[in-house]
Structures are given as C-alpha cells and as structure tokens.
C-alpha cells in the first residue's frame, strides 16, 4: 500500500499491480489498519483510493487464497474482510473517494461500492464474476450494489457475471463521473478540494446519517 499526503488529502494506492491489486489478506490487513489510523488523524479531510498500473482498480478478492476454502473457512474470510475493510470504509467519518483506473472486479467492486463516491477512468470494466466462481460477492456488496443501482440491475450483475463499461456504470448510477484516464485523479482532486472546505464535524455526521438510512 502506497500513501501520499497533501493539504488534507490522502491518496492511497493498492500496490500489487502484478496480480491486478488482487485483495489478500495481508493486502485486507494493511489497508484497515491504514483507514483507522487516517480516520484518527486531523490533519486528514479526504481519502482518495485507487490501484497501482494502467489495468486494475482491484480484479477482486486474491482467488488464489480461497479457491480451496470449506464453508466454514469462507464464511471467516468473508466476515473478517467485512469487518476490517469494507464496513470501515463506509463508516470513516471522512469521505473516501474510489478513483477506478480500469478492471473494478469482485471484492475490487465490493470496495469501490462501499466508498462514498466513485470517478471512473473510461477504460473501466466492472462487474462481480463471483457466481462463475460459485460463491456470492461475500463483503456486502450484495447490498451496497442493490443500494447504489437498484435491485433489477443488480440482479443481473450479479446473477450473469456480466462486466460493465464506465458508461454503463454511469447511466445505472454506479459512478458519479466518468473521465479519460489521465484526468481521473484531476477530477479526484476537483471533488477533494471542494470537501477540504467544508464542516469536518458535518461531513462526518452527514456519512453517518447516510449510511444509517440503508442498515
Ligand atoms: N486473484 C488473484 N490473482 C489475480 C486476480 C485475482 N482476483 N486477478 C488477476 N490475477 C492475477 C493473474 O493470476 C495474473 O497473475 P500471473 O501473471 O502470476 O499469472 C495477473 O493477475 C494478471 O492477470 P491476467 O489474467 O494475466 O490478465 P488479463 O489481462 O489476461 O485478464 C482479468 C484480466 C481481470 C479479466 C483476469 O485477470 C480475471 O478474470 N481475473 C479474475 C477476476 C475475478 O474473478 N475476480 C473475482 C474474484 S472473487
């Protein structure tokens, strides 16, 4: 995990570009354990999440880390990835804004789901394969995407497996903006800057009451 900070913004980026920013365990650790120390810290106003390379976002949970996991097994990785990662993400009391640079896939989508908002590079393809997998996108993102582009679309997301472009994922509400991706993090900083502005103790109690609305 690599993080930049900068007038009150911090930059995260996934760094295994190698396998696609793939979500192990270890790479599920580090990045919780980052959020709670970022959320702590005052200088910090905004979060802006992204994946390493010119391919991926995220391309899911590490497939290579479960492909042999019994249900008991499943069920522990998918409730420890919950409660470390992606319910942190959408309770930080700062916002969290997923710069999708490309393939947004499984546990990747899961993450870019449960961030407050989404600007995604015109490369991007997202979707949840999970079902070819023969398992169910496992960090919540059974809600998150019904929350986000309603309960029809993400029936069919989920149930074909099939992979969405960035206009696509636009139009249905799954990103709040869609640029080339050499803006993609310009167009990060535009929204950054404006938050940096505003109420923290606001900022923080409106994400709360959001998010309250939906549990
Ligand atoms: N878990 C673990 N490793 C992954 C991964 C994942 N979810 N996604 C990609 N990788 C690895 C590949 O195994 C490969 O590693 P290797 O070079 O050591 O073999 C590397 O990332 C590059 O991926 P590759 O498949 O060669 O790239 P591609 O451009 O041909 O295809 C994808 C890109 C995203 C279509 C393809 O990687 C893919 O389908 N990934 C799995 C997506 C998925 O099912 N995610 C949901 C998991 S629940």
Redesign the pocket.
């Known amino acids: 995990l690599l993080v930049n900070f900068e007038n009150g913004i911090a930059v995260l980026t996934i760094n295994r570009p190698?396998?696609?920013n793939?979500l192990n365990i270890e790479t599920i650790t580090e990045l919780g354990n980052c959020l709670d120390a970022l959320d702590q810290d005052s200088n910090v106003k905004v979060l802006i999440l992204t994946g390493s390379g010119e391919?991926?976002f995220v391309?899911?949970?590490?497939?290579?880390e479960f492909a042999h996991f019994d249900l008991e097994n499943g069920k522990k990785l998918s409730g420890d990835g919950q409660h470390k990662l992606f319910d942190r993400v959408e309770k930080m009391t700062k916002p969290v804004i997923a710069a999708v640079n490309g393939?947004a896939?499984?546990?990747?989508l899961e993450l870019a789901s449960a961030c407050h908002i989404r600007v995604v590079s015109d490369n991007a393809?997202m979707g949840?394969?999970?079902v070819?997998?023969g398992?169910i996108?496992g960090y919540g993102g059974t809600q998150r995407l019904a929350q986000l582009v309603g309960k029809g679309k993400a029936f069919e997301m989920i149930i074909s497996a099939d992979m969405i472009n960035a206009q696509d994922a636009y139009k249905w509400g799954l990103a709040n903006y869609v640029t080339t991706q050499e803006e993609l993090l310009n167009k990060c900083f535009e929204i950054t800057n404006k938050i940096a502005s505003k109420s923290p103790t606001a900022i923080k109690t409106a994400i709360k009451v959001i998010n309250a609305g939906y549990n």
């Open positions: 190698d396998k696609l793939a391919k991926a391309a899911g949970a590490d497939i290579s393939f896939l499984g546990g990747g393809k949840f394969p999970e070819s997998l398992v996108p």
